[in-house]
C-alpha cells in the first residue's frame, strides 16, 4: 500500500474527512527511485513520557507531504535573500513536490486537540485551497470578534477584500496585490507560509465547530517541513541543499544543532504574552490584562500562558490566535553544516536548557535513542509534566563538532536530584 491516512478516529475528527497522506520519502537512482517509510524509528526518532499528569495531552506526527513544486519554487524566491530552484534538475515531478513534515503538539485542558492536530494537520496542509481563503477570514473576524475586529487576515491578507491596491503605499508589490483577478501568474500562487497559515486557521475552525471543549482546551504546535533543493532531489537527511520551513505558535521548541561546533540555533520563540512579539501585537488590547500568577508567571488575562495556540475558543476575542510564526532557512553547502533537528514540549524545555537537549543527542546511534536520552533526563531532574521529544537527523548526523559542553552541569544536577530523592526518602 503507498499510502496510509494518518487519521484515527477521534472526538474532534470524526465528521472530517482526512486526506491521505504519505508516510515514505523517495530518493533517486540510476533505475528509478527507492522507497524509505518515515515511521522506522532508525529513520526518525519519537518518544514520550506521562511524567506525572494523569493524561498524555502531547502528541507528535510524522509525514511526508506532495506540494506544488511552483509553489515552493515562488517561496524561495519571495524569501528575504531569494534563492533560485530549478524544480525540474529533482529528477522526477515527485521527488519535486516531496516534503518530509515533522509536529509536536503540546495539549492544555484535554488532549482532544493536540490529538486533532496529530491525525488531520498534514493532511489539511496538502488539501486547503487559496479558494478558502476570504470565507474563512469573515468567520474568524465574525466568530471571535473582539481583538480581531480590527484583523484583516494577518499573512493571508493579499487573498481577500481587504488586499491594498497593486502598488499601493504599505510596500507592497504588484505581485502581492489581490489573487482575485484573472491570469496564471505569480499573484495566484500561494507561498508555504500562506498555505501553512490557512491549515493553522482552517484546523482551529474545525477544532472549534466540533468540539465544544475546545472553548477551554487548547494545544501549541511546532510543525518542520524539510524539502530537498539538490538536483536531482535527495532525501532530507542526505540533502546538501536544503530548506527548513518551521510553522510555530506557542511554546513547543525547534532547535538546530550545528556540526563543526555541536552548538544549538534556536529555530523558534516563545509565544508568552511579555516576548517582545508578542507584546507589540497584544499592546492594543491593554497592559492591563497581563497578570502574574502565585508563581510570578505571566499570564494573559491572567489565565492564559500561550497567546498562539489551537482552541482555547473562550480567549480568542482577547486576542490569543493561531497564526503561526513562520520563517524559513537555506542549507546550502558541500559540507554539511547542520546534524540535526529536534522539536520538543515545554515538559522539557522548562527543566534542561536548549543547549543541554543538543548535547545529550550527540552522541547516540541512532534518533530514538537520542530522543529516549532526553526525555530521561528530563524523568531524573523530576519531571512533571507530558515530555515529548522528536529526533530528526540531518547529513550531518553522527560527526558532530566542538565538545560536550553541558555534561558536567548535567552530572552535577543529575547528582542533586539522587541526593534529594534519598533525603525525601528518610522523612
Known amino acids: 500500500m503507498l499510502h496510509r491516512s494518518i487519521a484515527r478516529a477521534s472526538p474532534a475528527?470524526?465528521?472530517?474527512?482526512?486526506?491521505?497522506?504519505?508516510?515514505?520519502?523517495?530518493?533517486?537512482?540510476?533505475?528509478?527511485?527507492?522507497?524509505?517509510?518515515?515511521?522506522?524509528p532508525k529513520i526518525v526518532g519519537v518518544y514520550s513520557s506521562r511524567g506525572n499528569r494523569e493524561y498524555q495531552e502531547d502528541a507528535?506526527?510524522?509525514?511526508?507531504?506532495?506540494?506544488?513544486?511552483?509553489?515552493?519554487?515562488?517561496?524561495?524566491?519571495?524569501?528575504?535573500?531569494?534563492?533560485r530552484w530549478d524544480p525540474s534538475a529533482a529528477g522526477s515531478d515527485f521527488l519535486a513536490s516531496q516534503v518530509?513534515?515533522?509536529?509536536?503538539?503540546?495539549?492544555?485542558?484535554g488532549r482532544q486537540v493536540s490529538s486533532y492536530l496529530k491525525d488531520n494537520l498534514a493532511g489539511l496542509i496538502e488539501s486547503v485551497s487559496s479558494s478558502e481563503i476570504p470565507d474563512l477570514v469573515d468567520w474568524t473576524k465574525e466568530r471571535h470578534a473582539g481583538y480581531f475586529k480590527r484583523w484583516r487576515g494577518g499573512a493571508l491578507q493579499r487573498w481577500t477584500k481587504y488586499a491594498p491596491p497593486a502598488g499601493g503605499g504599505n510596500g507592497e508589490s504588484s505581485n502581492s496585490s489581490s489573487a482575485g483577478g484573472s491570469g496564471n501568474g505569480p499573484e495566484k500562487v500561494m507561498t508555504l507560509e500562506e498555505r501553512l497559515t490557512l491549515a493553522f486557521l482552517q484546523a482551529d475552525k474545525k477544532i472549534l465547530v466540533e468540539n465544544e471543549k475546545a472553548q477551554r482546551c487548547g494545544s501549541t504546535a511546532s510543525l518542520a517541513l524539510l524539502q530537498s533543493l539538490d538536483g536531482p532531489a535527495q532525501p532530507y537527511w542526505a540533502a546538501q541543499?536544503?530548506?527548513i520551513t518551521i510553522?510555530?505558535?506557542?511554546?513547543?521548541?525547534?532547535l538546530l544543532c550545528h556540526r563543526p561546533t555541536g552548538q544549538v540555533i534556536p529555530l523558534t520563540e516563545k509565544h508568552h504574552a511579555e516576548s517582545r512579539v508578542e507584546a507589540a501585537r497584544l499592546r492594543r488590547m491593554g497592559?492591563?490584562?497581563?497578570?502574574?500568577?502565585?508563581?510570578?508567571?505571566?499570564?494573559?488575562?491572567?489565565?492564559?500562558?500561550n497567546t498562539r495556540g489551537?482552541?482555547?475558543?473562550?480567549?480568542?476575542?482577547?486576542?490569543?490566535?493561531?497564526?503561526?510564526?513562520?520563517?524559513t532557512r537555506i542549507i546550502d553547502g558541500?559540507?554539511?553544516?547542520?546534524?540535526?533537528?529536534?522539536?520538543?514540549?515545554?515538559?522539557?524545555?522548562s527543566l534542561i536548557s536548549d543547549q543541554e537537549i543538543i548535547d545529550l543527542a550527540r552522541q547516540s546511534f541512532d534518533p530514538t535513542r537520542a530522543a529516549r536520552t532526553i526525555v530521561h533526563f528530563a524523568e531524573d531532574l523530576g519531571a512533571q509534566d507530558n515530555c515529548t521529544c522528536v529526533v530528526v537527523p540531518l547529513a550531518g548526523w553522527g560527526d558532530v563538532g566542538g565538545s560536550d559542553t553541558t555534561r558536567e552541569r548535567r552530572e552535577y544536577r543529575r547528582r542533586g536530584m539522587e541526593g534529594m530523592n534519598t533525603r525525601m526518602q528518610r522523612m
Open 100 to 109: 518530509a513534515a515533522f509536529g509536536i503538539y503540546d495539549g492544555h485542558g
Open 241 to 243: 541543499k536544503l530548506a
Open 310 to 327: 489551537f482552541g482555547d475558543g473562550e480567549w480568542k476575542p482577547s486576542g490569543v490566535t493561531v497564526e503561526p510564526d513562520v520563517n
Open 247 to 254: 510553522a510555530h505558535c506557542g511554546d513547543t521548541r525547534a
Open 60 to 83: 507528535a506526527s510524522v509525514a511526508s507531504l506532495q506540494l506544488d513544486p511552483v509553489e515552493l519554487q515562488y517561496t524561495l524566491s519571495k524569501l528575504r535573500q531569494p534563492y
Open 287 to 305: 497592559a492591563d490584562l497581563l497578570v502574574s500568577d502565585s508563581f510570578g508567571e505571566s499570564r494573559w488575562m491572567g489565565v492564559v500562558e
Open 334 to 349: 558541500e559540507c554539511p553544516d547542520h546534524a540535526y533537528l529536534i522539536l520538543v514540549t515545554d515538559g522539557l524545555t
Open 13 to 40: 475528527s470524526s465528521s472530517v474527512q482526512v486526506r491521505r497522506v504519505h508516510d515514505f520519502v523517495r530518493g533517486p537512482t540510476p533505475g528509478g527511485t527507492y522507497k524509505i517509510p518515515l515511521n522506522n
